[in-house]
Nanobody
Framework: QVRLVESGGGSVEAGGSLRLSCVVS????????MAWFRQAPGKEREEVAH????????NYVDSVKGRFTISQDDAKNTVYLQMNSLKPEDTAMYYC???????????????????WGQGTQVTVSS
């Protein structure tokens, strides 16, 4: 059974930093694709970043470029999202998502990943 568990969310002031973690079990992050999404109240879910390391494929939504970094530790089967210079508009529930290599490009283009975590809340105050 595949399980994704996010952690690291919290409340910070604008300009602060947080590092989100997504620990994966029942599935290997190595060779497959992982992504972070977020959804704020009243807004649609958006992909924040994805990583498909075997193809050196990384991408970030424009609003977080230069501030957020996605990475993965294959030994720990964990994906991270380092978030710096946080802004109030970054406030949202953040979700980790995953899919298998053969479906990665479909997942990346559609935003429909097969596996999802339960989310971790990030709140940034001004």
């Amino acid at each position: 059974q595949v399980r994704l568990v996010e952690s690291g969310g919290g409340s910070v002031e604008a300009g602060g930093s947080l590092r989100l973690s997504c620990v994966v079990s029942g599935y290997s992050v190595s060779g497959n694709c992982m992504a972070w999404f977020r959804q704020a109240p009243g807004k649609e879910r958006e992909e924040v970043a994805h990583i498909f390391a075997q193809d050196s494929n990384y991408n970030y939504v424009d609003s977080v470029k230069g501030r957020f970094t996605i990475s993965q530790d294959d030994a720990k089967n964990t994906v991270y999202l380092q978030m710096n210079s946080l802004k109030p508009e970054d406030t949202a529930m953040y979700y980790c998502a995953a899919d298998v290599a053969l479906k990665c490009y479909i997942a990346i283009l559609s935003g429909n990943y097969n596996f999802w975590g339960q989310g971790t809340q990030v709140t940034v105050s001004s």
